[in-house]
Nanobody, 113 residues
Framework: QVQLVESGGGLVQAGGSLRLSCAAS????????MAWYRQAPGKQRELAAM???????NYADSVKGRFTISRDGAKNTVYLQMNSLKPEDTAVYYC???????WGQGTQVTVSS
């Protein structure tokens, strides 16, 4: 059984930081690409950041330079370090794993002005 459990979301003031965590179980973590998607109110879900099994990263233009995705194979966990947060970063953030297209339940990030 595959389970992705996100944590670390919350309310933060603009300019602040949060670190999201996604703990994975039921998959061969080292063989999976991991990603963080987000969905803001009234908007489509979008890819914020991804990391391949080999450690190559990719980011949406809107978060480049502010967010960093990383993975810890020993802990089967992927992280999203979010710095210089803006109100437009407010969204539900979802952990994603592929192959298989597995999803976490999401964690709310709210950035106040």
């Amino acid at each position: 059984q595959v389970q992705l459990v996100e944590s670390g979301g919350g309310l933060v003031q603009a300019g602040g930081s949060l670190r999201l965590s996604c703990a994975a179980s039921g998959i061969i973590f080292s063989a999976f690409a991991m990603a963080w998607y987000r969905q803001a109110p009234g908007k489509q879900r979008e890819l914020a950041a991804m990391i391949t099994s080999g450690g190559t990263t990719n980011y949406a233009d809107s978060v480049k330079g502010r967010f960093t995705i990383s993975r810890d194979g020993a802990k089967n966990t992927v992280y999203l370090q979010m710095n210089s947060l803006k109100p437009e970063d407010t969204a539900v953030y979802y952990c994603h794993a592929r192959p298989g297209a597995y999803w976490g339940q999401g964690t709310q990030v709210t950035v106040s002005s």
